[in-house]
């Protein structure tokens, strides 16, 4: 074939494909078998790798993914991602109708769908190619996992038609189906791996994998539920959703126009009963109102839409027996009590344990050993025990006595005043803190550091690290001492370790494990101080002068330097060439594009919280503060802004910015 040939060849693959996937994958028929799928897929894929010159992302062949690790970018959202007001009873509906009647003299109709229980996930379209695909995020930044999205057979990387928008964004839930569920953790047992928890988090796991060629091997889908956007096809959500079908796109049949609330409750009992023959999760009803003007006119609230909610179905709940208590330590020495239960079937995962959080929650609802309880399934991996059944308890049952002792080093417990947990104070010599600490230290927000639980555990429990400053004094032959480890996988962990030296001081600073010291307040600290030696040498009360760092972190921070074996840390990572200082860095000079500039925020924000807005000035290296004064560079001002400010700014000659103004500045 000459080039000509094999390029027309390439397109006519690249479009049966597309249209193979969406038969297959959207309206669940197959036209050819899987065999002759994979021959064409194989025929493109040794064509494009011969054409390199015409490569497409959208291609058919990108769906395989690829073993390169991927770096999430953040990235905000063109609309931020609002989340649902909940409502659990007929009471709080009326309350939804009468509000939305108030506002809306005119006629208006609900729309009902079912609330799908997965990962919610923004994909941008350009000219009907998928261009983009966010995560939730905090909101308004998300994690750009397009590379993960393109693996999902059931979105389209090319729409049909011609009739869509130049640019929108269509939204909707990355979900795993009930049986490609069981499939996966049927294939985990036979090989002796721990079995997922449950389909909602494997699928938000999924979505954050640095590996794209395994999530291509994950059962998930996608179902779409809103459009967003400047030129949408019409005025109605239904109409654009029935729009969004034929583009290609997987907009679920459960879909009900209703015209009144009585309507709506009919659709939710209905489903409230049949959720249980559904083949995938869901959690609720949302309902929306369907006319965009009138969604406009309700507007929203700084997390959600006053235009829509949702009906969230009562989590089912059994009855057990609970066998026993374990006590987990954690990496900073909290103890959470576990209760192991007699397995039972919930909501289809069988159920072993539940957390019981702390000693208050055991004594509040007076749990003892051999109680029957009742276990509920809440937002969390493992369930939550909410009752316990008392007049089934035999006379020698006895009020539990919490635990005075560390289950792991024997250490006392302490309890500090005001936290609701008891905590083992011997942070230096027991060891699941130990290797919890050198876990955080080597995460991914961290050193980012490729080594999994089992080689933390490995390298402690052989005495080659004491402490994760160690890690960087590790030899490849210390690595190959290790059970399971050969050449490649040894050079790769001290490859690893070399290149997180590269990491800036911000996240060397996160990843001590500093009590109270997330991200944010680690960048904040260093945007301050500069260099480790200030931290170490900085009093409470100077440290508790930058702004947003409080006494409890500034005691936090003292107290880590005030320990020995921690200063020892710290002058072993100096020695390896780990970053102790802010660099500016020029090539990530996104991240600081506010430059320490001070903004002051006043007023209401029409796109975002004022919350949000003032982690968007930090992360871009600027600083919020409360008042103003000759040092404010910027006033971000949204409507209704006290006028005592705007007077004080207009004396000072400080330049007043809008929300979109201020959004243009980190974004160009
Ligand atoms: S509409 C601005 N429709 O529920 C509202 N959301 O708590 C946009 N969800 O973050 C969302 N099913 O992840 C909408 N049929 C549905 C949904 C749905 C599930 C999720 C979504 C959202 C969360 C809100």
Redesign the pocket.
């Known amino acids: 074939m000459n080039k000509d040939k094999e390029k027309s060849r390439i397109d006519q693959i690249r479009n049966l494909l597309h249209h193979y996937n969406h038969q297959y994958y959207v309206l669940a028929k197959s036209e050819i078998s899987d065999f002759e799928y994979d021959l064409l897929l194989k025929e493109l894929i040794d064509l494009e790798t011969k054409n390199p010159d015409y490569f497409d992302p959208n291609s058919p062949s990108q769906r395989v993914g690829s073993d390169s690790n991927l770096e999430f970018e953040k990235e905000l959202h063109s609309f931020p ?4 007001d ?1 409502t659990y009873s007929k009471e709080e509906l009326y309350d939804f109708e009468s509000r939305n009647k108030k506002l809306l003299p005119e006629d208006y109709e609900y729309i009902c ?6 990962a ?1 996930i923004s994909l941008r379209y350009e000219n009907g190619l998928l261009t983009r695909a966010l995560t ?1 995020g905090d909101a308004t930044l998300g994690d750009n996992v397009t590379a993960n999205i393109k693996t999902i057979k059931s979105i389209p990387l090319k729409l049909k038609g011609t009739d869509y928008p130049v640019d929108f964004e269509i ?1 909707g ?1 990355i979900f795993i189906p009930h049986e490609g569920f069981d499939e996966m953790n049927k294939i985990r047992r036979a090989e002796g791996e721990p079995e997922f928890a449950n389909p909602r988090n494997t699928a938000a796991g999924s979505l954050k994998m640095q590996n794209s060629s395994i999530v291509a091997t994950r059962p998930l889908d996608c179902f779409l ?2 459009m967003i956007g400047k030129d949408l096809p019409s005025n109605s959500h239904y109409e654009n959703m029935q729009c969004a079908r034929n583009w290609g796109f997987k907009v679920p049949n459960i879909i009900q126009k209703c015209k009144n609330l009585e309507e709506v409750i009919q659709f939710i009992e209905h489903w409230d009963i049949e959720r249980k023959n559904l083949t995938y999760d869901i959690d609720g009803i ?1 309902i ?1 109102i369907d006319n965009l003007k009138q969604q406009q006119k309700l507007g929203m609230t700084a997390k ?2 006053r235009w ?1 909610t ?1 009906f969230k179905f009562k989590a089912d709940q059994v009855k057990t027996k609970l066998l026993s208590i374990d006590y987990q330590v954690g990496r900073t020495g909290a103890i959470t009590p576990v209760a192991n239960l007699e397995p039972v079937l919930l909501a289809g995962t069988t159920v072993k344990r539940a957390s019981l959080h702390n000693s208050d929650q055991i004594n509040l609802l007076d749990i003892r050993v051999n109680d029957f309880v009742y276990v509920e399934k809440g937002g969390e991996i493992i369930p939550k025990i909410v009752g316990v059944e008392k007049n089934s308890r035999t006379a020698d049952s006895k009020t539990l006595e919490y635990i005075n002792y560390c289950p792991e080093c024997n250490t006392e417990l302490v309890r500090l005043e005001g936290e609701a947990k008891h905590y083992c104070p011997n942070e230096t010599g027991c060891s699941p803190q130990i290797k919890g600490r050198i876990e955080h230290f080597i995460s991914r927000k961290a050193m980012n550091i490729g080594a999994a639980e089992a080689t933390v555990e490995a390298l402690v429990d052989s005495g080659l690290i004491k402490d994760s400053a160690d890690l960087y004094f590790l030899t490849k032959e210390d690595i190959l001492g290790l059970e399971r480890f050969a050449e490649k996988s040894a050079n790769n962990l001290i490859e690893s370790i070399e290149k997180s030296k590269n990491i800036p001081f911000h996240r060397v600073l996160f990843a001590l494990g500093i009590r109270f010291v997330g991200e944010t307040v680690a960048k904040t600290i260093v945007s301050e101080l500069k260099t480790i030696e200030n931290i170490k040498n900085a009093s409470i009360e100077e440290l508790i002068e930058i702004h947003e760092i409080g006494e409890r972190i500034a005691a936090s921070i003292v107290d880590y330097f005030s320990i020995d074996i921690n200063l020892n840390i710290i002058d072993k990572l100096k020695i390896s060439g780990v970053q102790l200082e802010f660099i500016e860095d020029l090539n990530d000079l996104s991240e600081n594009k506010l430059n320490g500039q001070s903004f002051v925020i006043s007023g209401t924000f029409e796109n975002h919280s004022r919350d949000e807005l003032k982690e968007l000035i930090v992360k871009y290296g600027g600083k919020n503060t409360g008042s103003i004064s000759a040092k404010t560079n910027y006033l971000l001002a949204g409507e209704n802004i006290g006028p005592s400010k705007l007077e004080k700014v207009k004396k000072l000659k400080i330049p007043i910015i809008s929300e979109e103004e201020f959004i243009k500045m980190i974004k160009d």
């Open positions: 991602m609002l989340s649902l909940n769908e079912l609330k799908y229980d997965g919610s939730r939204r839930e539920y809103y949302v929306k959600s839409p829509a949702s």
